[in-house]
C-alpha cells in the first residue's frame, strides 16, 4: 500500500511536466502572429476591408490567419492589397465559429507589405461579428544577402 503513493505521485508530476511542456512549445509556435488589423462586422455587410494598423503598415509578412471573436461568420475569399500594387487572392470557403480561426494562408514573395485586406463575406443574418487579422513576420535577413 505504501508504494502506490509515491507512483501515484510520481505519475502525476510526470503528467503536470508533460503538459507543462506542450503549453510551452505552442506558446512558442504562436509567439509569432502579429495582429495587423481588426474590423467589426455589422448583419448587412457583405464586403469588408480590413485597414492594416499604423505598427504593421511597412512590416513584410509571409503568412495569414482570420480569428473571429464575436458571432460566427463564412469567409468566402479575401484579397489581399500588396504595397508594390500586386493582388492576391485568397479563397477560404470556411464558417469560422466564433473563437476560433482559418488556417495559415502563405504570401508568396514576402517581401512587400500589405496595405489592406478585402473580405468577401457571406452576411450574417443576425449578429454583428469581429475579424482580428494575424500575419507572421517575413524573414527579411536573406534578401538582404
Known amino acids: 500500500m505504501r508504494l502506490q503513493t509515491p507512483v501515484r505521485?510520481?505519475?502525476?508530476?510526470?503528467a503536470g511536466l508533460v503538459l507543462l511542456f506542450s503549453m510551452t512549445l505552442q506558446?512558442?509556435?504562436?509567439g509569432d502572429w502579429q495582429r495587423i488589423g481588426e474590423k467589426q462586422i455589422i448583419p448587412t455587410d457583405d464586403t469588408v476591408t480590413?485597414?492594416?494598423?499604423?505598427e504593421a503598415k511597412n512590416v513584410p509578412f509571409k503568412s495569414l490567419k482570420f480569428h473571429i471573436t464575436r458571432g460566427n461568420l463564412k469567409i468566402r475569399s479575401a484579397k489581399v492589397h500588396l504595397s508594390d500594387g500586386h493582388v492576391i487572392n485568397l479563397s477560404i470557403q470556411k464558417k469560422i465559429m466564433a473563437g476560433l480561426?482559418?488556417?495559415?494562408?502563405?504570401?508568396p514573395d514576402?517581401?512587400?507589405s500589405i496595405k489592406k485586406i478585402v473580405l468577401y463575406i457571406q452576411a450574417p443574418i443576425d449578429h454583428s461579428s469581429n475579424v482580428?487579422?494575424?500575419g507572421k513576420k517575413a524573414d527579411t535577413s536573406e534578401k538582404e544577402s
Request: aromatic share 22%; no cysteine.
Open 9 to 14: 505521485f510520481y505519475q502525476a508530476f510526470l
Open 110 to 112: 514576402h517581401y512587400r
Open 132 to 134: 482580428i487579422v494575424y
Open 101 to 107: 480561426e482559418t488556417r495559415d494562408f502563405p504570401i
Open 50 to 54: 480590413v485597414r492594416v494598423i499604423s
Open 27 to 30: 506558446a512558442a509556435s504562436e
